[in-house]
């Protein structure tokens, strides 16, 4: 049977510490029981996982590297048990991180990858070169016709997508459907009179019983895409989705509630494995992190390596366009373009709102700055 | 409208610093957008979080505690829109941790809460005082045939609950139905022999468009409970099955894949929070976590406080059992019994699978020591 490999970090002094480690990790990835009962034959030949490779770990955090392969039998057709066999109990190890991976036949069956990717999004977008634009309407506690009119108004100012806030969820104050059906209409109607095609991506992160209702009222009604947030709703929805043929919308991926993932930098995963290698695996198109510079703290190299997992070679998976939120402002353009060339999605927040007397010159103003080829 | 408040710890050096810090978080977490920029009127009053109590905080870690309070109109109606609130985009902060939480109106009405918790998982087992005891049939590999020989004979030596492994899944060496079908039968026969009411647990974490249906397949088939991985599949899977009037099983959560969710003391959740009142919260009946002293670092305390989240008043929600894994012998016994007392439910794994040629006899003789009192 084919076999994938997990590349992890191991925070440990020496090479034979890492090796003992690493067979710690490739015993509870899988069986989950001592070395010394493990059954012959098939379980300890194919299903235990098998240490490939331990080599010195480069960075400043030193220690070592180990590449693990697991079989594609430890995971049979689901989602969720990958997930589980790359990181699941291990990730309650400390000085154990997440830093790669590597696809198999059995994986790519099950993640059939993104519908659409950067080149879908570009000709949905209708913009073949330089970075999208995307602006969010909020916040939570404007009624349905406010925000509305918010979409409205970035719409006519030629924003590629404007998705929701990703505390929008079904609050009383601009419930659910009747925001889709507003916010549509709204966009729609901005397109029909600018020649844009806008796209309006509703949060659709919601209840477990829920979630496919509202991406599929999503797309019956009109919408460019949808929002959710995977740490909330669970890693496989938009697999599910994307896998799905009747679903035909493009996928945006939020950070929320997720941070611990990655911010620790001997713990959890990479910033390129869990914003680029296992968004794509999920399906996502488009994947929202916050931006280096702004009020979080991703460093500028953490956020290249973003744009390393969305794009690179992945098994045949389609690229994504990395989505940095957060300090973008017309001060800044020439350090993000530095930083992330044409290939991007800036999510433009707090910086639109703030124009609010002339929202739509704003928005034409960033526009043009942005697509602006130096 | 009614408010809840959530305490967070801060990083910071002063009392003027964890104001500050504090007022980001009650933006960053509701209306994500600068604070000049915040609507007067409803928005600001009612939606923007509130400052409550800023308080030094008494542990190793220093710092202090921020109480901040949010309207239950920042949530509408759906459970992941509660999380998003409670720690959305703040999670990828650092020097930022969420240590517990009061609850509010709103929130008991999304949540109903555990269906069994401690006294109805007691009645179910028919063990009135003492520990329960749970053991897990595994590894992945194994057959359907051999995986239910293993829960027939723990159901024999009075196992009050036996699990599925959380790596099986829907692999070809045992499919979720096979595999469900069989245990069932093999325990249900062994409670006939035996007298006992030992309940198999089958994991159905699995693909999102399919986990309802297991879950049911699952009530359908006889099992006595269904085990999930909230930090896989989503944190609303579990709440909707609990406030699903149809579903009548106990929930079993485990940990895998959530590590980084609590492993660092200054980021992600308290031990207390993650393992009890989110477990609560999602009307999950036993909640597995790591032991201390097993191959984890989770300390004494760490778990004392689990017990804790488990078993504290909130909000009229059933107090639950934890169910602590890895660690557990015969001559830790007096160990355990001084840290968990009467109210635990303990996982028990490779300790028995390496007594198989006496499975039977190895269980009944744990389950003497361990409901001898002394």
Not at 150 to 167: Q, S
Not at 242 to 255: G, K, M, N, R, Y
């Amino acid at each position: 049977m084919a076999r994938f490999s997990v590349t992890y970090w191991l925070g440990t002094a020496s090479e034979a510490d890492a090796r003992a480690r690493a067979e710690e990790i490739a015993l509870e990835q899988t069986v989950e029981i001592p070395r010394d009962i493990v059954p012959s034959g098939f379980v300890e030949d194919e299903i235990l996982g098998r240490i490939e490779a331990i080599t010195p770990n480069a960075d400043t955090r030193g220690g070592y590297l180990a590449d693990i392969s697991y079989s594609d039998d430890d995971i049979g057709d689901d989602f969720p048990q990958l997930l589980n066999i790359v990181f699941g109990n291990s990730s309650i190890r400390r000085d154990t991180r997440v830093e790669t991976m590597r696809l198999s036949e059995g994986i790519q069956r099950i993640c059939p990858g993104p519908r659409f990717g950067i080149d879908g999004l570009r000709k949905r977008a209708g913009v073949e070169q330089g970075p999208l634009l995307m602006a969010a309407i909020k916040p939570v506690g404007l009624s349905t016709r406010q925000l509305a009119d918010l979409a409205h108004r970035f719409a006519l100012g030629g924003m590629d997508f404007v998705k929701d806030d990703h505390g929008l969820a079904n609050q009383p104050t601009a419930p659910f459907l009747d925001r889709l059906k507003a916010c549509t209409d709204a966009v729609g109607d901005a397109n029909a009179r600018t020649g844009f095609s806008t796209a309006y991506v509703p949060n659709i992160t919601g209840p477990a019983d829920r979630i496919f209702e509202r991406a599929f009222l999503a797309q019956e009604s009109g919408a460019g895409g949808v929002m959710l947030a995977p740490s909330l709703v669970g890693f496989d929805v938009a697999r599910a989705l994307s896998a799905d043929p009747e679903f035909t919308l493009p996928i945006v991926s939020h950070p929320t509630f997720g941070g611990a993932h990655v911010i620790t930098p001997t713990t959890g995963f990479s910033h390129k494995f869990f914003f680029g290698i296992l968004q794509r695996l999920m399906g996502v198109d488009a994947v929202v992190y916050p931006n280096f510079g702004g009020r979080f703290s991703f460093s500028r190299d953490e956020c290249r390596s973003i744009v390393d997992g969305c794009t690179m070679d992945l098994g045949g998976l389609k690229p994504i366009l990395p989505a940095p939120g957060g300090g973008m402002t017309f001060e800044r353009l020439p350090e993000m373009r530095a930083a992330y060339g044409d290939t991007v999605m800036y999510l433009i927040g707090g910086a639109l709102l703030r124009e609010q007397s002339d929202l739509v010159g704003a928005c034409s103003r960033l526009r043009e700055a942005v697509r602006t080829r130096h």
